[in-house]
């Protein structure tokens, strides 16, 4: 799959954009895993244009993560127009994304985001702009539609290629359900399989395990696999689902440092203890911690584990490194015992 001229690979899995989870540090270990592209957390046109400067921080990215795409978000084309060439000048990312499928109030009450679902007119004039704004492949992000009732995707995704847009991302939720029930990838296929579309798919929506990326493949044809949620407390998903979508390939280097076998218990474990280290070297210790904790509420790694509420409460209340990795080396052999049950 291409997008302009960035080559990804067959088959490959992107890294979603998401506030507050995909920064630097996580993409770059995502990247590490198997993501073919990571996506930055989205940023808000009007921020960028004003310089705000948490803003342009979340523009930070590095050579080691690339092929990197930066989104952002917005109801203004003008705005919209001048956030682009200010990534693209400041950040220099492989492709430039327009996030019109974030579905929360903040953003889509106030017109942006899935917002746009409801002023199609609008959200293709912001398309042309930015397209034009900017020497980078420039891609979408949406929804099937507003509600239920309005699921426009398949006319909407050839309106925003006539845009210039070089790739098109599909949640397969519309803005009414948010994150709630089950993602739709009929929709998706009817989007690729519709024969004026030339651009690539990327389907997103409920891709938590390899056997359901291997369908979303196989029964729709979209050219790449986003994952969002999934993500969470589990970066290793990508080197999972990799690993069943080539299954000829044999990678053995270890991705991180750890004496642990790659996917074993104890190497997962060793996965979180790098997470919460990149994301301390990168703010600080405490504040580094809180970022993490997301994270270390939402891994699977301890579920499953019988008594293991206190022990939970404890990691997610630690303040320091030292607090946190002891208490984690302590669930080692409970986290080890019972993946073994489990399988």
């Known amino acids: 799959m291409k997008i302009g001229k960035i080559d990804l690979g067959d088959r490959p899995l992107l890294l979603a954009p998401m506030e507050d989870v995909s920064d630097i540090g996580f993409r770059l270990l995502c990247r590490r895993m198997g ?18 400067k948490p803003s342009l921080a979340k523009l930070r990215v590095c050579d080691e993560e690339r092929p990197v795409a930066i989104q952002i978000y917005g109801k203004d084309p003008i705005a919209m127009r001048d956030a682009a060439q200010i990534v693209v000048e400041q950040a220099h990312p492989d492709v430039l994304d327009m ?17 746009l679902l409801q002023n199609i007119p609008l959200m293709l004039e912001i398309a042309r702009n930015v397209v034009e704004a900017v020497d980078i492949p420039v891609t979408a992000k949406t929804r099937l539609g507003w509600d239920h009732n309005n699921k426009i995707i398949v006319d909407l995704a050839e309106q925003l290629q006539d845009t210039g847009i070089q790739a098109l991302t599909i949640h397969g939720r ?4 948010m994150y709630t029930g089950e993602a739709d990838w009929s929709l998706i296929k009817a989007v690729k399989d519709n024969p004026r579309m030339h651009i690539p798919i990327i389907g997103n929506g409920d891709i938590c395990t390899a056997e359901q990326a291997i369908r979303a493949f196989d029964e729709t044809g979209v050219d790449a696999v986003m994952i969002g949620r999934a993500t969470f407390g589990r970066p290793w998903i ?3 689902i990799y690993d069943a979508l080539h299954p000829d390939v044999h990678d053995v280097k270890n991705f991180i440092n750890s004496q642990y076998p790659v996917l074993s218990p104890d190497w997962k474990l060793d996965v979180l203890k790098e997470e919460i280290l990149q994301s301390v ?10 970022h993490i904790r997301r994270h270390l509420a939402a891994t699977p790694l301890f579920k499953g584990i019988p008594n293991f509420r206190q022990k939970r409460i404890a990691i997610l209340r630690a303040e320091t490194v030292e607090e946190l990795f002891a208490l ?8 080890a015992a019972t993946e073994s049950q489990l399988t």
């Open 35 to 52: 993501a073919a592209m990571v996506y930055s957390e989205f940023v808000a046109s009007d921020a960028l244009v004003r310089m705000v």
């Open 99 to 115: 996030n019109f499928g974030c579905p929360v109030k903040r953003v889509a009450g106030k017109g942006a985001g899935a917002g």
């Open 238 to 240: 990508f080197k999972e």
């Open 281 to 290: 070297e990168r703010i600080d210790e405490y504040r580094g911690i809180l």
């Open 328 to 335: 984690l080396e302590s669930t080692r052999e409970l986290v």
């Open 174 to 177: 519309t803005r009414s359900q």
